[in-house]
């Protein structure tokens, strides 16, 4: 509801500034003048309402990609401390099955 109200109040300003010209060459200068500067307060304060709603969407938005990089960064180190320690288990399981093959080869020899 906050952002209809900021886009119509904005909405209602530059419609004003806009119709302000047309009022004064209709032979009122004051309601012109008077359209004019009310239309520009309101237009205005739609506009800084509308960069300070862009710039907090800014930083939450940069918050979560920052947040997005750290999750996928720890994923990235899990993944590969998981490929170490099967890489690790492997090299074991080799060494033990050539120790294994090493001792029988030498009880068939004696």
């Known amino acids: 509801m906050f952002e209809f109200e900021t886009v119509l109040a904005f909405g209602v300003g530059a419609s004003l500034v806009a119709l302000a010209p047309m009022v ?16 520009k307060s309101m237009a205005k304060s739609g506009i800084k309402v509308g960069v300070t709603v862009a710039g907090v969407a800014g930083t939450a938005a940069r918050n979560v990609a920052r947040t997005a990089a750290e999750a996928a960064e720890s994923l990235v180190d899990l993944v590969a401390e998981a490929k170490s320690e099967m890489d690790e288990t492997a090299n074991a399981a080799e060494a033990s099955a050539a120790a294994n093959e090493k001792a029988i080869t030498k009880v068939k020899v004696e």
């Open 24 to 39: 004064r060459r209709m032979g009122n200068h004051q309601l012109g003048d008077s359209m004019s500067s009310v239309g």
